[in-house]
């Protein structure tokens, strides 16, 4: 349920920040497309794009964000204890926050091999790459400068995204893959069964409207179901 959980309530978090249904829609497809092939779960990303989204004031610019880390972090073999200092890290450069060399080196720590790429993007070169590093990790960077190039190199068609690619080429991937797989299946088996338990018009003991979470939880009986009917629908999902 975790997926179908998360494509229902993003639209909802993200409208009570002020976006409409189809800023929504258009971010959590972009994201999901981006992690396809990828060991990284479609909640993480949701996750990053709706704090950085929160953080900017902007979905799109939050939804790239998102994606551009996510490509940082696998182009550069981050550990999930990484990924999340790393993200909590990059998240108060956008907002501003002045980040002391710690943190800055702990933030070059988590995605090394991304700051080299990035570097490369403004123009250094191996000669003086070591130049451009120190300077992150000294925190004399623009902090705008630094989330723009991240997001220009860690995008569709970037040379991070590129590298993330290669990620898949590891059992970690391949098992998480099998995973993510079988969540976008079973979501689309439960969006269909969802829509038909609605069409019948089946309620709870209180007369209230009820989908599959609802059966799941308790609230009303699975036996109940016309499952051939289901079974038709869900073999063209």
């Known amino acids: ?38 060991p990284t779960g479609l909640d993480e990303m949701v996750d990053m794009a709706q704090r950085y989204t929160l953080t900017l004031g902007d979905i799109d610019k939050g939804t790239d964000l998102a994606i551009a880390t996510n490509n940082a972090f696998l182009a550069s073999m981050s550990t999930d204890t990484q990924k999340y200092q790393g993200m909590m890290q990059l998240q108060d450069v956008l907002g501003g926050k002045d980040m002391n060399a710690r943190e800055w080196n702990s933030l070059v720590s988590s995605m090394t091999p991304a700051i080299v790429k990035m570097g490369e993007s403004l123009g250094y070169t191996n000669k003086n790459m070591d130049e451009w590093i120190q300077k992150v990790r000294d925190g004399k960077v623009d902090n705008q400068k630094f989330v723009d190039t991240l997001i220009k190199i860690g995008n569709e068609g970037g040379v991070l995204q590129a590298m993330a690619n290669e990620s898949k080429d590891t059992w970690q991937a391949f098992f998480a893959n099998v995973g993510n ?19 019948l018009g089946l309620k709870d003991k209180d007369g209230n409207a009820i989908g599959v979470r609802d059966m799941h939880e308790g609230k009303g009986r699975f036996d109940l179901l016309p499952w051939p009917a289901i079974w038709e629908v869900a073999k063209h999902c």
């Open 1 to 38: 349920f975790s997926r179908y959980d998360t494509m229902k309530k993003y639209p909802k978090i993200m409208k009570q920040l002020g976006y409409s249904t189809g800023d929504a829609k258009a971010s959590i497809d972009k994201l999901d497309k981006s992690v396809r092939g990828l």
């Open 181 to 199: 797989a079988a969540s976008r299946m079973t979501a689309g088996v439960i969006k269909s069964m969802d829509a038909i338990v609605k069409t």
